[in-house]
């Protein structure tokens, strides 16, 4: 684990990472909360690092203390449930994989992370933000999950912050970071900058799941300028890249309702419910995307076609799904 003043979450994360693990080591990046003494009082093995405006440079120093045959990483506000850590730990003992990919659930979102890598496989993490190793050798996946629980809002301009005082000491991003950039920008309310960045990054190479994702962004990104036709271009270019995904099918549905396409509007909101993303394919999964938000919208068609049962029938499938959402 990397940490810096998460005294609010430690002890938790602590408490799981010690379910699972032979050695539970901390690196501390400059704490002024008692991080680095929680930790010590758990008994983890504690090291301070300096840090650099890199998470990989500090996840990668983190890693090169480990002395057991593989390795695991957590963030502070991480949680592992019992289940899980039983299938965690009987994954290790069998052995046998260089990289075991992990579900990693962030509220409605879930997405497969490279959670257990093979010491010595030389394994190194990249990205000064949104670290990651490339998986390779063996990999498999398991069905186990981490939960990432926050109790306190982020910096919303951190990683930002982070990539721009690198590009202005001469970083030349490659394309994931060039990706992540670009997300970035729009995330923080510069669509103008975002929008330049990822068209740059489709012009090059880069994961197909990325490319998918940029052109959603793009959509938003030529939207909120009033540009609906290139929006609309950039919406349906991403079905070039991976099949289509539910929430692109959702927001090509509403565009065709806002146009008051009805037919169209139902046959993508249908195609939403019965898309099979798969996680393990890379890129996020929103579950809400696959029934309470095209139910939703099925509910709307059948309301603006005057169809009063249909949707009574589809508001009761989407506040289902909604209950089914909240109880986990």
């Given amino acids: 684990m990397i940490v810096k003043d998460e005294a609010a979450t430690l002890r938790r994360a602590l408490e799981c990472a010690f379910s699972v693990a032979d050695e539970v080591i901390v690196v501390d990046t400059g704490s002024k909360d008692g991080s680095a003494d929680i930790a010590r009082s758990m008994g983890a093995k504690v090291y301070s690092y300096e840090w650099q405006n890199d998470f990989s440079a500090a996840r990668n120093y983190s890693f090169s203390l480990a002395s057991c045959e593989y390795a695991m990483w957590l963030d502070a ?37 490279e959670r257990i890598v093979r010491c010595g496989a030389g394994f190194v993490w990249q990205g000064v933000v949104h670290e990651a190793i490339v ?65 740059d990054f489709m012009r090059g190479g880069g994961w197909n799941i990325n490319k998918a994702e940029a052109c959603r962004i793009l959509y938003f990104c030529h939207k909120l300028a009033g540009e609906r036709a290139v929006a609309l271009d950039w919406l349906v270019r991403s079905f070039l890249y991976v099949t289509p995904r539910a929430r692109d099918c959702c927001l090509l549905a509403d565009e065709f309702f806002a146009s008051r396409n009805y037919e169209c509007a139902r046959f993508w909101y249908l195609q939403a419910m019965n898309s099979r993303e798969r996680a393990e394919e890379g890129g996020f999964v929103d579950r809400a995307f696959f029934t309470r938000v095209p139910a939703k919208g099925m509910a709307a068609v059948c309301g603006a076609l005057g169809d009063v049962e249909g949707r009574d029938r589809w508001l009761r499938a989407a506040n289902g799904a909604d209950r089914a959402d909240k109880s986990g």
């Fill in 77 to 113: 506000d991480d949680v592992i449930c019992e289940k899980d850590a039983g299938e965690i730990r009987a994954l290790a003992e069998r052995g046998g994989f260089d990289v075991a990919m992990l579900r990693y659930i962030s509220g409605p979102l879930l997405y497969y992370r």
């Fill in 135 to 199: 998986p390779r050798g063996k990999i498999i996946y398991s069905a186990a999950a981490v939960l990432h629980k926050k109790v306190k809002p982020a910096d919303p301009m951190r990683n930002l912050n982070i990539y721009q005082y690198h590009i202005a000491r001469g970083l030349c991003l490659d394309e994931r970071q060039k990706f992540y950039y670009g997300r970035e920008l729009y995330y923080n309310n510069m669509p103008l900058q975002a929008a330049a960045v990822l068209s």
